[in-house]
């Protein structure tokens, strides 16, 4: 039995330019974590996410567990599989975003691809600086309605 969880460490945020063909490249010290393949999604907030496979796997084990007959459990479930797709990096670090996930983030050419712990999320870079201020403006009001532990 596996007594242990993988643990990623997705952090910092990079400016990238997404190419006309949809080609975005992703930040050289997450692509270690990608190696054994990941998964694309319409995010939430606007925003795409990119999870490495086993994190992926992680997930869908939480969203299958949701009770079929609770409506806002199934939706959830539709968004975030109907959207998904397995992406591999290519050898110069890039992936292909599709065209369907380029319009559900409304990724123009200048993007954000930011580390979030446990997943990477990939921002329209003018969509991403309005995000970042707003929260920014309430992060203590937000620390303290998380009541985190101090140590």
Sequence with gaps: ?????????????????????????????FRSQLVDGAILSKGLDGCLFLYPKVAWEALIN??????????????FTRSLSHTAEEVTIDGLGRILVPEFLRI??????????????????????KKYAQYASQINSRL???????NLPDN
Excluded: C
């Design 62 to 75: 939480k969203v299958s567990a949701l009770p079929l007959t609770q409506a806002d459990a199934r939706s």
């Design 104 to 125: 559900e983030g409304e990724l123009k050419t200048d993007v954000v691809v930011a580390g979030s712990i446990n997943r990477i999320e990939i921002w329209d870079a």
């Design 140 to 146: 203590e009001e937000i620390a303290e309605k998380l």
């Design 1 to 29: 039995m596996k007594w242990y969880t993988t643990l990623y460490m997705f952090i910092g945020r990079y400016q990238h330019h997404l190419e006309e063909k949809g080609r975005l490249s992703i930040p050289k010290k």
